[in-house]
């Protein structure tokens, strides 16, 4: 059974950093994609960032290009999200996924199949 089980968010000022992490296990993750998508109060679940387990191949959202960076511990079974010059549109809850997807990074939340219960980002102005 596959888990994606974040942490790393809480509250932090603006211009402030934090670092999310994602602990996946359950199964091996060659040729699956691992997302982050973040969902604000009354808002749509939006895509932030995605990388290839395989290859470390990146995607980003434009809103969180140059201030964010995804990673990857094939090792450890983790990826990671770097975010810094966090502004208050951040804020949001921020839920780590994964899809089979071996060929391409996709954006949208409905092609990833496996997620995690979120860890809340608040960022203060």
């Known amino acids: 059974q596959v888990q994606l089980v974040e942490s790393g968010g809480g509250l932090v000022q603006a211009g402030g950093s934090l670092r999310l992490s994602c602990a996946a296990s359950g199964r091996t993750f060659n040729n699956y994609v691992m997302g982050w998508f973040r969902q604000a109060p009354g808002k749509e679940r939006e895509f932030v960032a995605a990388?290839?387990?395989?290859?470390?191949?990146?995607g980003y959202a434009d809103s969180v290009k140059g201030r964010f960076t995804i990673s990857r511990d094939n090792a450890k079974n983790t990826a990671h999200l770097q975010m810094n010059s966090l502004k208050p549109e951040d804020t949001a809850d921020y839920y780590c996924a994964a899809g089979y997807w071996p060929r391409r990074i996709p954006a949208a939340w409905e092609e990833y199949n496996y997620w995690g219960q979120g860890t809340q980002v608040t960022v203060s102005s």
């Open positions: 990388i290839t387990w395989s290859s470390g191949r990146t």
